[in-house]
């Protein structure tokens, strides 16, 4: 077995055996384990980088097309999303830090541009070229391809980084976390979200729960996991979110119904017609809405399905 990401601790013990549930890119089982030391759930062994990319379906991030399903789906994310425009404009506030603010992750750049149109200076860095493309050509939002290790970006010019849904993903966090630090400056903040695998929903849904994400998600932080890591990195952890309006609800549909998760049917390129794809992610947002009780239950009680953290570069 690896080393634990967190303490070095080479026990663990074997939780799931599991294979990729929500976008069927491969048949292979991958294993998820629990260090036996501090008990951060990871992959063991981790995929190598050449086999991960297999199982990200080329067309991953969210592109709008011009029909009225698709214009509906960015007229809820834009809603959804407000919430994390309102997180991060308030960290950017209060640091009183200026300078732009840089995406990690970025997709299809739409939260940037919410941003953009809110006023702020914004660079987006993803993978992906077609992404970076998208972000560039439809969110009017500068966009880099690359990995945040090698970026070309200037040290110390940025007064906040945003990793939302990125820290799982990578084989090497610290990198992650450590590269962010020296492309802030002194004060500028750090906002990240992951999955937290202390919810409710994870003790209720067990493997089921689409937080885990296999093999996509490489470590399943909690939040007091996620609170860590950061600061081992150097930073000052100032705030936790529990809730997303546009994670948690839908992500437990999504664990109830992976047949109608709307990203998911995208990546399998699902044929359906234009109204059955509307009846679908009415039912998708329908069974969003009857979970809304319990995730803000969930939530409430400090174990939401993802957790947001706002952190300082002392
Ligand atoms: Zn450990």
Redesign the pocket.
């Known amino acids: 077995m690896s080393a634990?990401?967190?303490?070095?601790?080479p026990s663990?013990t074997a939780l799931y055996r599991a294979t990729d549930r929500l976008y069927r890119t491969t048949q292979r089982i991958f294993t998820v384990v629990r260090?036996?030391?501090?008990?951060?759930m990871r992959l063991d062994p981790l995929p190598e980088p050449a086999e991960l990319v297999q199982y990200y379906p080329e067309n991953y991030w969210f592109a709008p097309d011009p029909t009225s399903a698709a214009r509906l789906e960015e007229a809820y994310r834009r809603l959804v999303l407000r919430d994390h425009a309102r997180f991060v404009g308030r960290a950017l506030r209060e640091s009183g830090v200026r300078g732009p603010l840089l995406d990690v992750g970025c997709g299809g750049g739409l939260f940037l541009g919410m941003m953009r149109e809110r006023g702020r200076s914004v660079v987006g860095l993803d993978n992906s070229a077609a992404a970076a493309r998208i972000a560039w050509s439809r969110q009017h939002v500068p966009a880099v391809c690359g990995d945040l290790e090698h970026a070309p970006l200037e040290a110390g010019a940025f007064a906040a980084i945003t990793m939302f849904h990125v820290l799982e993903h990578v084989r090497d966090p610290r990198a992650y976390l450590s590269s962010a630090h020296r492309l802030l400056k002194p004060g500028g903040r750090l906002i990240a979200q992951t999955p937290d695998a202390a919810c409710w929903q994870f003790r209720l849904l067990g493997r089921a729960w689409t937080g885990l994400d296999v093999p996509r998600h490489l470590f399943d932080f909690r939040a007091s996991d996620l609170a860590l890591l950061i600061e081992s990195c150097g930073f000052q952890v100032l705030r936790r979110k529990h809730f997303s309006w546009r994670d948690n609800p839908a992500g437990m549909s999504s664990s109830v119904a992976p047949g109608l998760d709307p990203m998911a049917r995208r990546t399998r390129r699902v044929p359906e017609s234009s109204a059955a794809r509307i009846v679908k992610d009415l039912a998708h947002f329908a069974l969003a809405v009857c979970a809304l009780p319990f995730t803000l239950a969930e939530a409430a009680a400090g174990a939401g399905s993802t957790i947001m953290i706002e952190a300082r570069k002392p």
Do not use: F, H, N, R
């Open positions: 634990c990401l967190l303490c070095g601790s663990a260090c036996g030391e501090c008990g951060l």
